[in-house]
């Protein structure tokens, strides 16, 4: 958004046209849900983050050490969270 003040729907008229609001979140716009006037949350368009296809997607792609599940790992990792004595 630029600045411009985020469109406001009261509780009733939220729950009302969900969709049209979800269509226009899904256009980047930024939306306020007040009840009383007092605004209470927001509706914001998530950001895109990894896109993933399905099982299988990093195949080829993550590298795993022989010993990944060696006692000697397993103990570091315990360590590092605070759960050997």
Known sequence: M??????Q????DAKTNLSRIIERVEH???IVIARA???VA??????HGLERRGRGS???KLVIAEDWDS???NEAIAHDFGMTP
Do not use: T
């Open 2 to 7: 630029s600045g411009d003040a985020a469109a």
């Open 28 to 30: 980047g716009e930024e």
């Open 71 to 73: 006692d000697e790992v």
């Open 58 to 60: 990093l195949r080829g």
């Open 42 to 47: 927001k509706v914001v368009p998530l950001a």
């Open 9 to 12: 729907f009261n509780i009733h």
């Open 37 to 39: 006037g007092n605004p």
